[in-house]
């Protein structure tokens, strides 16, 4: 089986290699004599997926099996893990993901075969090219530097088990759509880079490029959402976002990916933007490259970071100045042929999604900074600092306040020339309403004045939102289902950010406690009081773990609920992870973690938390996502996509 | 005309000095886990740290010269791998070696929750809240760990979390090798 799947994925490199180079000549040879050679694009990127698809199955296959004769299963399982965990494990590890990245690429390529057919023949062919050689380079760093295939002799017994922190539900889901999202921007790239190759954007390209540039952003949207999530209940440190290398390395392209999200919608509406955009896509994906190197050249101290290999990060390196050097000096060559058109007020939508492309791209930059500033203060200066969480709340929110503040007025305004005074007469109530929220905040909070900011924040974007929705429906329901689904899909992911920045917000109120209890004894922690029942050992099914038992308690002692906090040991890499429990409301979560347990004195430290909203940090992720979906769902994004050749004016229904 | 051409040949050319940062970073075998430190064969620079919990001594470099070896640590409570370091220096603590803690750029009430709650396996703990000591001993970033033999010559510098593997492969036989 372990055979097979090398093979399949050496034939896929073979047909990337393929793809990278037929289609693109067919392009040059023009429409008609270039028509075969163009045609094998979508061919080839079918086989590749099927090939790649083989190879990830056989991977997934040996690990299912516990076939321990296979190195990378037996450094990274073990045969009494749970099921799930075995599945999951194949991507667990360093060479295991590179499959699955691949696999998420050649899906790319497929994907644009597939849902692709109604664009030129031309651009396909070099949107197809250009996913080609980028695959072409990461299968040759697979298969070279990563052969997941490799065969051990003797035989191991056992394996030598996965990282307990990753045996979750967690980390099923969290890579996937992290890495969908991630190499989804590649498609974005592609598209840039045959924009230049053809030297020509116009509306038309603006409209193609927009789905899948929405489509990569709310699967990183739930990839991030979902990494954010299993550290805060798995990790059981109580916070939801380190700021550690790797979390950055995933966010810098999302603030990007969001930011040409934005402005490849004044492409469409106005052919105005172009060059900018075709430099965020190619930096969106640029950045994704860079975030793979980080986490797997180990240049950075990070909690993710896999078993490095000083080859792989000079290959990847490598890997990195050839496509990322390759488009910007395309971007070098042709973009300054590509010429604005029409006019530009500052006062205007396309005005304000400019200021909000600028917000994100800064804010972009300030954790670009922090990020990789060791490396480079390391290297100028000769000294070793590193910046820490304080770095990144003193740079980035300030960036943030502006976009929040100017994001309801910015979609207010109107194309062309607006009225911001008409725009902010009728966010009055949404005013009003922030204020309310502001001011009773205060009054609550008294002098912790940030997450007051921060509702304040959220109540002005959500109340923004429905305010927009609504004058542009006259509030009248049948008009609600009649409009486009673009701006039905701004809205719900802007409630969605509302949300989550109401989370964090929230999450700035939690209070703590911490205390060393023996059985019977009480703690409180807000307004909940806890009693904590005692310890017990429970084994699980590679594991060992202790398991106590804490009772949530009305004032007159009796039991409302009880939760489980546990730690537990793994044998069989002798380490100790914390199973959090936790119980939300969805206006709160209390949270208890299990600390040192004293067993002469059947004590244990506890800690607890209530953190407000929490949870609506990822309802207001997976509600933005849903807002991609919506986008997504809008006709014009399959109706009327060849109307290139007559460019009439674009039909611009006030969005 | 030149300058637009320069102007969008920029991110090229900033590519270009990445990439060349990088390479030169990673060909100057800077793993930042395996640096040797400058330190090593020397004593550790001079240091007078406030103590972490009030009414106890002073972190200075009397701590280390106690004729057994001493390991220092440098860890916050806002640091992730320190958390997964800290059961193999309770171990350690356990043992009988000199535990010494650096709290680094944290409030010290946090750093005393974070020991409350984990366990504290130091004997004196400073805080270096400016970070300025960790300066002194170019500290990569926490956790980093310093072994320093019974004479006060630190002998070893690990940046990163001390593992359970670390510590069999790496921390014990430098115990059995200086003590």
């Given at each position: 089986m372990a055979e097979l799947g090398h093979f399949a994925l050496a034939l896929a490199c073979a047909i990337a290699i393929a793809q990278s180079i037929l289609p693109l000549i067919g392009a040059r040879l023009g429409e008609v004599r270039g028509a075969a050679l163009m045609q094998t694009g979508p061919a080839c990127a079918g086989v590749m997926f099927l090939c790649v698809g083989i190879s990830f199955g056989a991977l997934m296959h040996a690990y299912a099996t516990s076939d321990f004769s296979v190195a990378n299963v037996a450094q990274?399982?073990?045969?009494?893990?749970p099921f799930l965990y075995k599945l999951s494990g194949t991507w667990g590890n360093h060479e295991g993901s590179m499959v699955l990245w691949v696999l998420m690429l050649a899906g790319c390529s497929a994907a644009v075969a597939a849902f692709g057919r109604n664009l030129p023949a031309v651009l396909r062919a070099d949107v197809l090219a250009v996913l080609g050689m980028i695959a072409t380079g990461f299968l040759l760093f697979t298969l070279l530097t990563s052969n997941p295939f490799e065969r051990v002799f003797p035989v191991p017994e056992e394996g030598r088990d996965l990282n307990p922190l990753l045996q979750d539900p967690g980390l099923a889901f969290h890579p996937p759509f992290l890495y969908a999202g991630y190499v989804g921007f590649a498609i974005a790239f592609a598209f840039a880079c045959a924009a230049l190759i053809e030297g020509r954007v116009d509306a038309a390209w603006g409209r193609w490029v927009r789905p899948w540039v929405l489509a990569a952003w709310l699967l990183l949207t739930l990839g991030i959402a979902l990494g954010s999530w299993w550290a805060y209940y798995e990790?059981?440190?109580?916070?939801?976002?380190?700021?550690d290398p790797v979390e950055n390395a995933s966010f810098m392209p999302w603030l990007l990916g969001t930011a040409l999200l934005h402005s490849a919608i004044v492409v469409e509406k106005r052919e105005a933007l172009k060059v900018w955009t075709i430099l965020l896509a190619i930096l969106c994906f640029s950045l994704s490259l860079l975030g793979t190197f980080l986490v797997r050249s180990g240049v950075l101290n990070s909690?993710?970071?896999?078993?490095?290999d000083p080859a792989r990060g000079v290959f990847i390196l490598g890997l990195l100045v050839l496509a990322i050097g390759g488009a910007l000096a395309l971007f070098a060559w042709r973009a300054p042929a590509l010429t604005p058109k029409g006019f530009f007020a500052p006062i205007s939508r396309e005005g304000a999604l400019i200021l909000n492309n600028v917000l994100l791209a800064s804010a972009c930059a300030a954790v670009a900074i922090g990020t990789l500033y060791p490396i480079f203060a390391d290297l100028v200066l000769g000294a070793r600092i590193t910046v820490g969480p304080a770095f990144f709340n003193a740079t980035f929110l300030p960036m943030m306040a502006p976009l929040v503040l100017a994001l309801p007025v910015g979609a207010m305004l109107a194309w062309k020339r607006a009225d911001v005074a008409g725009a902010l007469q009728r966010l009055w109530v949404a005013a009003a309403f922030a204020g309310l929220v502001l001011v009773g905040g205060m009054w609550f909070a008294?002098?912790?004045?940030l997450p007051v900011l921060g509702l304040a924040a959220a109540a002005w974007i959500f109340a923004g939102a429905v305010t927009e929705i609504g004058s542009r429906t006259r509030w009248s329901l049948s008009r609600l289902v009649r409009l486009p689904g673009a701006a039905i899909g701004m809205t719900i992911a802007h409630i969605g950010l509302a949300v989550s920045i109401a989370g964090v917000s929230g999450m700035g109120f939690s209070t703590e406690q911490i205390a060393l209890l023996r059985p019977g004894e009480t703690m409180q922690v807000g307004s909940t009081l806890l009693r904590f029942e005692g310890v017990n050992r429970a084994p699980g099914p590679n594991y060992l773990a202790e398991r106590a038992t804490v009772a949530v308690i009305n004032p007159d002692r009796t039991e409302r609920f009880a939760m489980h906090p546990e730690k537990r040991f793994f044998p069989s890499q002798r380490m100790t992870t914390t199973e959090a429990a936790i119980q939300t409301n969805f206006l709160r979560d209390l949270y208890v973690v299990l600390g040192d347990v004293v067993p002469e004195q059947n004590a244990a430290v506890i800690r607890a938390h209530v953190n407000p909203l929490a949870p609506w940090i990822w309802i207001g992720a997976v509600i933005m996502s849903l807002g991609g979906v919506a986008s997504l769902s809008d006709r014009r994004h399959r109706i009327g996509a060849p109307a290139r050749r007559t460019p009439g004016p674009v039909p611009a229904p006030a969005e | 005309m030149i300058a637009r051409r320069l102007l969008f040949a920029a991110p090229l050319i900033g590519l270009a000095g990445g990439a060349g940062a990088f390479y030169a970073y990673m060909a100057t075998g800077r793993d930042p886990r395996g640096?040797?430190?400058?330190?090593?064969?020397r004593p550790p620079p001079p240091m007078d740290l406030e103590p972490l919990h009030e009414g106890e001594p002073r972190l200075t470099n009397a701590a280390f010269a106690v004729g057994r070896p001493s390991v220092l640590n440098f860890f916050a409570s806002w640091c992730a791998p320190c958390r997964i370091e800290h059961p193999q220096l309770l171990r350690l603590a356990r043992d009988g070696v000199n535990m010494l803690g650096i709290a680094y750029k944290d409030r010290p009430a946090d750093a005393r929750r974070f020991l409350a709650e984990l366990g504290d396996p130091f004997r004196v703990i400073g805080q270096d809240s400016s970070g300025r000591t960790a300066i002194e001993f170019g500290?990569?970033?926490?956790?980093e760990t310093y072994f320093i033999d019974g004479r006060g010559i630190v002998r070893w510098r690990f940046a990163g979390a001390v593992t359970p593997e670390v510590l069999a492969d790496e921390l014990r036989p430098l115990l059995r090798r200086w003590s």
């Open positions: 990274n399982s073990h045969s009494l893990k990790l059981g440190w109580g916070g939801y976002w380190f700021w909690v993710h970071a896999f078993a490095t008294g002098l912790n004045v | 640096v040797p430190s400058v330190l090593v064969g500290v990569y970033g926490v956790p």
